[in-house]
């Protein structure tokens, strides 16, 4: 099956392009509180480890939007503002060197205000985002639909686009989040067929590691599998770092992009004889580092493990006490459990 991309504009963002036929970017958002630049940047580089490609900061005050130019000396990836209410921010924010600005059109709406954000951006070459987002809807909007539905994220995105457009700013990328799966599918979709802005997808306020990640797969994945999507972000309430290994493990899930080796491991059943869970956990650690885009199998027992691994390249087929380790389901060697996951990691780095 072939994913068939939206075809969109191209816009910049640092030196990242997104849309038209550009990899989807993964991003991410810091939790630090932004005046701390020693643990904002420290932050911003685990992710750029864990492969975030766009980081964005909240720039609360005055005293953030003066942090946003020392951060970004220090950082190898775009750096985004994000703005709330105060257009005085955003004009600092650009000021300071960011690389996009994320607006919200429902807490910044007088027009004049939001013109002289444009014309920031516009002098400085750089992006902005028209970031609508289901809980902060514009009262008038709100008050029309009475509460927040799919045509009113999209009325509201599309009021700023036709504004942007009108000062003849075309760098936009958009997003109409909401938290609920199925509104945020019917927007972007809505949206789809009035703009060739590149979409920035995610669900907003997802929740908790497991219940988020979870919510953010089926929704993301849905708009990825009918071509929507050119960046994307998930939302958990947790480390950051966990946002970015779901961006790449929904992309990777897809084959929309590969980050190194993939793990294929069996549920287990009566057959197993050994703590596969342990087994299968320690080997996607020390895959992380592995960039050969190999498939690896952690499978719980030799008579059907290396036939139901048949698409791996290499794996493991765990036995009571022994395990054997085989490329392309054939048999290479039986070493003793515990020496397992070396074995398999020291043939790894032969491959
Ligand atoms: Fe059961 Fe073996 Fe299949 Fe794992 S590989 S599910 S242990 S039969």
Known sequence: ??????????????????????????????????????????????????????????????????????????????????????????????????????????????????????????DAGISIRVGVNSGSLSKSIYHKYGGVCAEALVESVMKEVNFLESLNFKDMILAVKSSNVMMSLAAYEQLSALVDYPFHIGITEAGTKFAGTIKSSVAIGSMLLNGIGDTLRVSLTTDPIEEVRVAKQILSSLDIRRFGARLISCPTCGRCEVDLESMANSVQDRLEDIKKPITVAVMGCAVNGPGEAKEADIGIASGKGAATIFKHGNAICRVDEKDAVNVLMKEIDKM
């Open 1 to 122: 099956m072939m994913i068939q991309r939206r075809p969109t504009r191209e816009v910049k963002i640092g030196n990242v392009y997104i849309g038209k036929n550009h990899p989807i970017a993964i991003q991410s958002m810091t939790n630090t509180d932004t005046r701390d630049i020693e643990k904002t940047v420290r932050q911003i580089h685990r992710l750029e480890r864990a492969g975030c490609e766009i980081i964005r900061v909240a720039v609360v005050n005055r005293d953030a939007a003066l942090c946003l130019s020392a951060i970004k000396k220090r950082i190898h990836i775009p750096l985004v503002a994000d703005i709330h209410f105060d257009y005085k921010l955003a004009i600092e924010a650009v000021n300071q060197g960011v690389d996009k600005l994320r607006i919200n059109p429902g807490n910044i709406e007088d027009k004049s205000k939001v013109r002289q954000i444009v014309q920031c951006a516009k």
